[in-house]
């Protein structure tokens, strides 16, 4: 710099001395250039260990230190959502995304699970599946539940029957929220006609360290028993007890050291770029067979480490398929996209081999990347349905002859085929078609207006509504073909009520679901071909469920669409219709429907002991749901979904997709480097 | 203005709370959940308390500095949250400004300069270009000709997982060490150019300015190649590599602004410059 200083006069009158700084000035940027570039043997050396961060303190750091002795490879998924936490105990309090749940390890057991995609009922850490309880006739039933022995946990501690005692008393003492009182439900009483009385879990104790005895307040059924409490999370007490003190501290653990029941912990954890996870060589939780059938499953489990199992469950006859369970890679990382389109892009670019997405592809996308090479493309119904719901407790969604006339005149199937060029499949029913045995036979009305054109239909619905006392002054006609009808004129109800003007049909708007957005168009129409005033409103999807799923509002609406997404049992008749579960009074029937032999069949429902029962039941409900129509079930969109060739699943056809069922089922997948 | 920012703090509050429905709303569309969990959600959250109740609470509380809660990812707070993602926003813009701005600041001058010629009527309309562009268009174009089509860099994220898989330190040492690097240079630089402020001779003054960079090139090559940073220098590297993109975007779509701004500045000193030389010969003249 002096020297620069002193003579800079001279060096600047230097013939050329622009030409010499640039030339010292790109050999000085080509030395750093060259410099960073680095090489690998450099990039070893000199690692800091005191800044090591959450290297989980499992199995997996000891097995490192062994020689390697696990699969290759790595499976990439694309999410577009950070999870929110790596805590279980949080994500099941109030950060229940599903993002959290895709990447959130194998940190939970339970009792019971679910087998895929056939949707059977298989023991998870139960020697059996204990299906019936003891009566101890004061108003309790007890599940005395073994639980196999020799189950570890990932940190070497053993699975025992304290970890679920530890479990459930956490949930109860901490106040835990959300889907932990769904899991653990608390009971309260045993007079079910006295004040203050709630069903739920009396007690939950270990009669040694491998039985639990859970005591209900109720005789539960397949809904209460098999599909919930037996399925309730349980988490190792070696590990969280330290953190059990209040809710707070509980759900501020991290989690990501936290022991797990699999073959995969976390490795790196990278918040706002990417998780993943690493194969624990030490793992117990790898390997074992898996033959499927259409009702039943079988598990043959003998690695050599874990407790040899060999179970049947269901009905183990007829076609079947088998797959074993690996995991066949090291490495199942989760990289977080900004949003969808640049999820998409980076999978069409090689970067990922699966886009997590709980919605599936768009339809567009989905056809242009089914030519794209090297990418397989499947799709799956949803386990859900999109409907659309009538006030029944305000005139004229009151009135059943009403409802009727509006199912029949609504010609779904046009709309679904001819207008929205058949992305969605048609629905009567409150079941999903992939769950065949549960599908009622469609009656009523729907039956009896199925196949008829628009004019056939219209003349129905005005029937219909004659047959139940509206009167008009002029009925209205239809001309037939494509044209509309000419409406009637002066209707009025039963009582000669005057129908409102003005009447609004809520339903989710075009960017955000154009399929619904669609239909509420058509549907709006056809019933003002019936003489009605009532207009489709596209509105925002946190606009419709303030409105109709808060009490203080559960009469201020007329007719609205939205969607449900259904769980593994199909007990959700009970809990949209049954009287008990009124809007008005907190509960999620919001049509405020109401049929005493409806709530009675449901309560007997929710008792069944099997699922044969459960499905004579349940068509029963069904068949005065078609009679009925609270709601007006409009139609299940598939789930489409992409993956690269280089993947490999054990299935791709499974009701709710691979997404919604397995995360992208990490521990089964192969992939080809 | 106390009472301009409390108008602020309030309305605020009240446009937030307009929006229908809250954080926990999606737990209405869970059936499995006992009906009067919701609720219960709520009380917790303190959400089911009348709204001048709780706008009270908000303000008396902000001044307190406690911003409670995240409800998103409780029971993380606000300032623990930002924290988290600060020093990757703060790296990426104070190196986007810095570019942006320098670029600005070049460009503006070679305008003024140039003034009149051919490159001022591409350099203008170019800049204007920039100025005006849809922006998210624009970096979707970008995106997809640079990250897709020629695949020169990557199409998102700040960092190639794989890279990181066996990495000791998560990228927020990287960053914290990124910026203090980047903190460094911009201070040598910029003291070197006020220190030679006062030097009159130009040629020692763009001498002494050359040398500091190059002295910074030196600097870095040692500093990347010694101890701590030599073991993190690859990661910095991916970092860096993945910041070309985004610095690229938003330095277009930024640099017009200062570029058309310091030409203009120029173009006024530089007729003021000559109108001052007119002026001291009218004064010559007339002596």
Redesign the interface.
């Given at each position: 710099?002096w020297i620069?200083?002193t003579k800079?006069?001279k060096?600047?009158?230097f013939k050329g001395s622009r030409s010499w700084?640039l030339i010292?000035?790109f050999s000085?940027?080509a030395?750093?250039v060259v410099?960073?570039?680095?090489d690998t043997a450099?990039?070893?050396?000199?690692?800091?260990?005191t800044?090591?961060?959450?290297?989980p303190a499992t199995t997996a750091a000891a097995a490192e230190e062994a020689a390697p002795s696990g699969p290759d490879g790595?499976y990439k998924m694309a999410i577009f959502s950070d999870p929110?936490?790596q805590n279980y105990w949080?994500y099941l309090?109030?950060?229940?995304?599903v993002w959290t749940q895709y990447v959130m390890s194998g940190q939970a057991v339970s009792l019971f699970s679910i087998s895929y995609p056939n949707y059977q009922l298989v023991t998870g850490i139960a020697d059996e599946l204990v299906e019936t309880s003891t009566n101890n006739g004061d108003g309790t039933w007890t599940y005395s539940v073994p639980i196999t022995e020799g189950y570890k946990w990932s940190d070497g501690s053993d699975l025992t029957a304290n970890d679920m005692v530890f479990t459930y008393n956490t949930a109860k003492d901490l106040?835990l929220?959300?889907?932990w009182?769904?899991s653990y439900?608390q009971g309260s009483g045993t007079d079910s006609a006295a004040e203050g009385y709630a069903q739920g879990i009396l007690s939950l104790v270990a009669s040694d360290a491998y039985t639990v005895e859970i005591t209900l307040n109720f005789d539960a059924g397949l809904a209460s028993w098999q599909y919930?409490i037996a399925q309730a999370p349980i988490l190792p007490e070696s590990y969280w007890a330290q953190y059990a003190t209040d809710r707070?501290t509980l759900?501020?653990a991290s989690g990501a050291d936290a022991p797990v029941a699999s073959a995969f912990v976390y490795?790196?954890?990278?918040?706002?770029?990417?998780y993943?996870w690493?194969y624990d060589a030490n793992t117990m939780w790898d390997g074992g067979t898996t033959t499927i059938y259409k009702s039943g499953t079988t598990v043959e489990w003998d690695n050599g480490k874990a407790p040899a199992i060999n179970n049947s469950f269901g009905d183990t006859t007829g076609d079947s398929f088998s797959y074993t369970a690996g995991p066949y890679v090291g490495?199942v990382?989760f990289?977080?996209?900004?949003d969808q389109d640049?999820a998409y892009?980076?999978f069409?670019?090689g970067?990922v081999d699966f886009v997590l997405n709980p919605l599936g592809v768009k339809r567009n996308l989905f056809d242009q990347l089914s030519r794209v090479p090297g990418v397989e493309t499947v799709s799956n119904l949803g386990n859900g349905m999109r409907y659309m719901a009538f006030n029944t407790r305000v005139f004229p969604g009151s009135d059943k002859s009403f409802r009727q006339a509006v199912a029949c005149i609504s010609d779904k199937e046009f709309v679904l085929n001819n207008i929205l060029q058949g992305v969605a499949v048609n629905m009567d029913g409150q079941m999903p078609e992939a769950l065949t045995a549960w599908v009622a036979p469609v009656t009523g009305v729907l039956a009896d207006c199925a196949g008829l054109n628009a004019e056939e239909r219209f003349n129905k619905s005005v029937e219909i509504l004659q047959a139940g006392g509206w009167t008009a002054s002029d009925w209205g006609s239809h001309a037939g073909g494509a044209e509309r009808a000419v409406a009637p004129t002066g209707i009025k109800g039963p009582g000669g009520e005057t129908p409102p003007s003005d009447m609004l049909l809520y339903a989710p708007g075009a960017g955000y679901d154009p399929l619904r957005s669609t239909m509420s168009l058509f549907i709006a129409d056809w019933m003002q071909q019936l003489g009605l005033d009532v207009t489709a409103r596209p509105t925002?999807f946190?606009?419709i469920?303030?409105?109709v799923?808060t009490p203080e509002t559960c009469e201020d609406w007329y007719f609205y669409m939205?969607g449900?997404?259904l769980?593994a049992f199909p007990n959700?008749p009970g809990?949209?219709f049954n009287s008990k579960?009124d809007t008005c009074?907190?509960?999620?029937n919001t049509p405020g429907f109401n049929n005493a032999e409806f709530d009675a069949l449901d309560a007997e429902f929710q008792a069944a002991k099997t699922i044969s029962d459960a499905i004579v039941l349940s068509q029963k409900m069904e068949a005065i749901l078609f009679e009925e129509m609270p709601y007006l079930v409009l139609f299940n969109v598939p789930t489409l979904e992409v993956y690269k060739d280089t993947v490999e699943f054990p299935f791709t056809d499974v009701l709710d997709g691979l997404t919604g069922t397995g995360a992208g089922y990490s521990s089964l997948v192969k992939v080809q480097s | 203005m106390i009472a301009v920012f409390f108008v602020f703090l309030v309305s605020s509050y009240l446009l937030f709370n307009a929006?229908?429905?809250n954080a926990?709303?999606?737990?209405?569309?869970?059936?499995?959940?006992?009906?009067?969990?919701?609720?219960?959600?709520l009380a917790?959250y303190g959400l089911d308390k009348p709204l001048f109740e709780r706008l009270q609470l908000y303000v008396v509380n902000f001044f307190k500095g406690d911003f409670g809660y995240s409800?998103?990812?409780?029971?993380?707070t606000p300032i623990e949250l930002i924290a988290?993602?600060l020093p990757?926003t703060l790296m990426l813009f104070s190196i986007v400004n810095i570019v942006a701005f320098y670029t600005g600041f070049f460009i503006g001058k070679v305008l003024a300069w140039r003034r009149g010629s051919k490159s001022e009527t591409w350099i203008t309309i170019t800049s204007v270009f920039s100025y005006t562009v849809f922006y998210p268009w624009f970096a979707l174009m970008m995106?997809?000709f640079f990250?897709?089509k020629m695949?020169w860099f990557p199409?998102?994220?700040?960092?190639y997982?794989?890279k990181?898989?066996d990495?000791?330190?998560?990228?927020d040492?990287i960053f914290a060490m990124m910026i203090k690097f980047v903190l460094v240079i911009s201070l040598i630089q910029f003291a070197a150019y006020t220190a030679t402020r006062g030097i009159e001779?130009l040629?020692?003054r763009?001498?002494?300015r050359?040398?500091?960079?190059?002295?910074i090139?030196?600097g870095?090559?040692f500093y990347?190649?010694t101890?701590?940073a030599?073991?993190r220098?690859?990661y910095a590297?991916d970092i860096a590599y993945h910041m070309i993109l985004p610095v690229l975007v938003v330095t277009i779509v930024a640099f017009a602004g200062t570029a058309l701004l310091t030409r203009t500045t120029m173009m006024e000193v530089l007729k003021k410059t000559i109108y001052s030389q007119q002026e001291q010969r009218e004064l010559v003249k007339k002596e």
């Open positions: 710099v620069l200083y800079g006069e060096l600047s009158n700084r010292l000035l000085v940027f030395l750093v410099a960073c570039g680095g450099e990039e070893e050396v000199a690692v800091d260990e800044e090591t961060t959450e290297a790595v929110q936490t949080n309090d109030t950060e229940t995304d106040g929220l959300s889907n009182e769904t439900p919930q707070e759900l501020a490795n790196k954890v990278e918040q706002g770029a990417f993943t690493a490495t990382e990289t977080l996209y900004g640049a892009l980076a069409q670019n970067e925002g946190n606009v469920v303030d409105k799923f939205l449900w997404g769980s959700h809990d949209f579960n009074e907190g509960g999620y | 929006i229908p429905g926990f709303s999606n737990l209405l569309l869970n059936p499995t959940l006992p009906p009067d969990a919701y609720e219960q959600v917790t409800y998103k990812y409780y029971p993380k988290e993602r990757r995106l997809w990250g897709y695949g199409i998102g994220k700040f960092l997982p794989e990181w898989y990495a000791p330190f998560d990228s040492v001779s040629s020692s763009r001498n002494i050359f040398a500091s960079l190059i002295a090139f030196i870095s090559y990347w190649n101890g701590e030599l073991a220098k690859p590297a």
